[in-house]
C-alpha cells in the first residue's frame, strides 16, 4: 500500500476508493486503498497483479474499467472480459449483456462491505488503520456468505 492516506478531494468532499475483486459468490478475494480523486482504471492492473492467475477467468467490470491496457491486459494473460464499452466510442466492442447482469454480485459485497459504519463514512485518519478495518469487515463478509 503507498504511504499516504489515500485520500483524495472529489466534488463531494475528500474521499477514498475502495477497489475490489470479488468472486462469483460474492466473496471479497483482493482489496486495495486509492485516493477518490485518482482514475479506477489505474487501479485494476496492480489488482489483478496481486490476485495472481486470471487464465480462463472472465472480468466482469463496469464501464470505468473499459480501457484499452485492461482489456489488452486480460486478453494477453488469457482472460475474458464482460465490460461494456462507454457510450461516446465510434467502434464499441461487443460484451455479453447476459453475463453482465451477474455484476450485481460485486455491488451487493460493496453494500455488505458498507454495512459497517466506520467503512462507509471513514472515521481513520490513516490508510492503513482503514485498510485493516477494511480486511476485518471483509472477514465478516466472508463469514456471514459462507455461514460459518
Not at 476508493?17 to 482504471?41: F, M, Q, T, W, Y
Not at 451477474?102 to 451487493?108: D, F, P, S
Request: glycine share 6%; net charge positive; aromatic share 10%.
Amino acid at each position: 500500500m503507498k504511504q499516504d492516506a489515500c485520500i483524495g478531494r472529489t466534488r463531494g468532499g475528500k474521499n477514498t476508493k475502495i477497489h475490489a475483486l470479488v468472486n462469483r459468490e460474492g466473496i471479497p478475494v483482493c482489496l486495495s486503498l486509492s485516493a477518490g480523486n485518482r482514475s479506477d482504471c489505474d487501479e485494476a492492473i496492480p489488482l489483478l497483479q496481486q490476485f495472481g492467475k486470471i487464465k480462463g477467468s472472465n472480468i466482469l467490470g463496469d464501464r470505468a474499467y473499459g480501457a484499452k491496457k485492461i482489456r489488452l491486459y486480460l486478453t494477453e494473460r488469457g482472460a475474458r472480459y464482460t465490460i461494456p464499452p462507454t457510450k461516446k466510442l465510434l467502434h464499441p466492442w461487443k460484451y455479453d449483456r447476459q453475463t453482465y447482469k451477474r455484476r450485481n454480485v460485486i455491488e451487493r459485497c460493496f453494500c455488505r462491505l458498507k454495512d459497517f459504519r466506520r467503512i462507509s463514512t471513514r472515521y481513520d485518519k490513516r490508510a492503513d488503520s482503514f485498510q485493516a478495518f477494511l480486511f476485518l469487515a471483509a472477514s465478516a463478509v466472508i463469514f456471514s456468505i459462507l455461514h460459518i
